[in-house]
């Protein structure tokens, strides 16, 4: 079994493919080998981590080198053998080093190199390719590694599933969203508020992004290649559905729909502000993206995302304080204020479905990390594919949690209902303090 920190790298190839890496097609399929320098000191450079081939898949090699006396070693290792090859470069003797170590698969790497090979072996395994610095010389590569497994299944063993779990995904957002919008415009016609409409646009966003990710997967699965614009619409609608989905989980923090009808002017413009923003930021990762195609990540490009990340920090932030101080705000009116039982009840209603919102809350913020540890460590590498079914799954639950705990008539506010509770705490008042005794 590989080392957890090899593992961790390819488990963020799995969860950003394409992303950074500048390919006009997948990741995987046609890993770009940019212009660059192998050092002396380098003993192996992997060019292909931890891909999962099946017995027959042709694995082809288009490598240029800049070595002149000597020549490399490029060499095909499993996972086992590719772990045995590390520890002997992590031996403090380098007279320990073996270029005859067993390999599945190796040839002479010189100036250049052009290479079919076929995997023959008795089961499906996970693949490294990576060029073994015999006479730890300092030299420039660059060129591309392509593979295709049995049936012309372009996408990796592990990646395989991807497609159907990606289609099955998207239809049942589609059709939690179609259940909830036929609610609010039914049976909840009158209760329904911008919240819940808001909820119905991020589940349509949801469904949209998951289908451009399912059509460019399949593409690529069948054909091997994708157009460039294809990943560039996906990434784009799936980033703005998250810049949507925080804009809902906020502006419900801050009390709309449950504690009061509206948002004061300033809260709007804090909401709006962080959503163009952050739609800022997506255009200007679409409009730098294909500047990368060469392999080097540009300035650019590294500051909207810095931008993004930031916004989205502070969408976190600014919900969770404002959930904590609206639960501090409803926990001392209840304890405080003797109100009568017509705005208790309502009282106690809206400081459950704020703890229930914030337990939502918590888990949509941790679910990446969740999931992300539970492909370190538990997962392993060859059904990665459940790590992604097991996103939209959760996704999916939370959803339709987060609609059930606002759902209309719960403990949604109005003008009328807020006018009316401020009228019983007067009448509490003058219960306490303005009352006359009777003789």
Known sequence: MCSKRKRARSVLWFCTCGAGLGVRSACGLFTPVPWQVVQN?????????????????????????????????????????????????????????????????????????????????????????????????????????????????????????????????SMSYLTLMGAIAFLLLSVCARKSTLVHWLLVFCLWLKAVSLGLEWNYYDILSRYGKAPLWRYQYWGFVSRFQTVCEMALLLVVALGLSVLRPRLTTNETRLVLFMVVLSVFALAGLDAFYENTLDGTMGVELEGFRLIFVIVQAVFCSVTFFAVQFNLQVLNLKLQGVRFTARSTSVLYQRFGTYRRFRLLFFLLVLKPVAIFLLDVFVIRASVRWISQALDLATSWFIYAALFFTLRPGNVQSSTWEQGLLDWVRVLDTLDDVGTLPVN
């Open 41 to 169: 000191s380098t003993n192996f450079g992997v060019l292909l981590y931890e891909k999962g081939l099946a017995p027959g898949a042709t694995l082809s090699v288009d490598i240029t080198t800049g070595l002149t006396e000597h020549c490399a070693v490029l060499v095909v290792l499993t996972s086992e053998q590719h772990q045995q090859w590390h520890q002997m470069f992590q031996m403090p003797n380098s007279n320990s080093i073996d270029s005859h170590r067993i390999s599945h698969w190796r040839h002479q790497l010189c100036s250049a190199l052009k290479v079919d090979t076929v995997i023959h072996a008795p089961r499906s395994a996970e693949y490294f390719v990576g060029i073994f610095n015999v006479y730890q010389e300092a030299f420039w590569i660059k060129g591309n590694v392509t593979y295709v497994n049995p049936g012309g299944q372009h996408l990796p063993l592990e990646a395989a599933p991807l497609p159907e779990i990606l289609w099955f995904g």
